[in-house]
Structure formats: structure tokens, C-alpha cells
């Protein structure tokens, strides 16, 4: 996880080094939207429903808001032009989300040729700054 921010000189953060600050984040954000509403305490999210209001609200505020390595895989993502943004690395065991695929025996061959897609896609993905090697899919 990783967050554009304007404000402070670290370059790596943990989730309650966040705490108190407001965020504009996308709404369907999936399991992240449970971590950052539970570790980041006093925190305030506005969240947006559209991309392109994100995208809006990030080009022209200094709301700090959140990528992952899989949003830049995303093709309706336009990042932010650097306007005195940096990318702060965000540390710590809640700063990573395993996922998990579960599939019935009896559907397994039906289904293997797109985890097998899925596998590959994952390992093209680029690394954040936390994770430093490759991505895993398993």
C-alpha cells in the first residue's frame, strides 16, 4: 500500500502514523476499505464513487490518497501528475492483504486456465516499495 501525500520528510509510514488525517479514497476499494477504516484512527474518508472525480479531487487538493501495486495494472488509472506528491510507503503487517481463491474439485479444470492467467498477470505487477521482490500469487 502505498499513499501520495504532500505533507512530511519519511519515506515509509505505519498505518497509526495516519491517524487523525483526512484521505479521499475510492469507494469500492474491496478489503482495504476495512483496513484503513480500522487501523487508521480519527481518520476522515471521503469517499468518491467515480474515478474520474477521484482523479479531480487528487490533481487539485492535498488530500493524501491510497495506490497499491495493482492500481497501477488498473487501465482506467491516470495517475496523478506529481504536483509536489510523493508515494509513501506504507509498513506493516496490515499494509499487505493475502487473497485468497477458492474453487470446488469438480470445478477445477474449468477454472485452472484463468488462475493460470491470473498467476501470471500477478507476477507482472510491479512491487511496492514495502514488498521489494515479486509478487506471489499461490
Not at 484521505?23 to 481518520?43: R, S
Not at 508515494?87 to 487473497?99: F, M, Q, V, W
Request: charged residues 25%.
Amino acid at each position: 500500500m502505498i499513499f501520495g501525500s504532500q505533507a512530511t520528510d519519511f519515506s515509509q509510514w505505519w498505518l497509526t502514523d495516519l491517524a487523525g488525517l483526512s484521505f479521499v479514497v475510492l469507494d469500492d476499494i474491496g478489503a482495504w476499505k476495512d483496513v484503513i477504516g480500522k487501523e487508521i484512527e480519527d481518520a476522515h474518508f471521503m469517499c468518491q464513487d467515480e474515478r474520474d472525480a477521484m482523479d479531480e479531487i487528487t490533481r487539485y487538493s492535498s488530500f493524501p490518497y491510497f495506490t497499491t501495486n495493482v492500481t497501477a495494472a488498473d487501465p482506467s488509472y491516470h495517475p496523478v501528475p506529481a504536483n509536489n506528491r510523493v508515494d509513501r510507503s506504507i509498513k506493516g503487517p496490515k499494509a499487505e492483504l493475502t487473497i485468497y481463491v477458492t474453487v470446488k474439485r469438480q470445478r477445477q479444470t474449468q477454472v485452472q486456465p484463468l488462475v493460470d492467467r491470473l498467476k501470471a498477470a500477478w507476477a507482472k505487477l510491479p512491487t511496492t516499495p514495502t514488498t521489494g521482490g515479486t509478487n506471489v500469487l499461490k
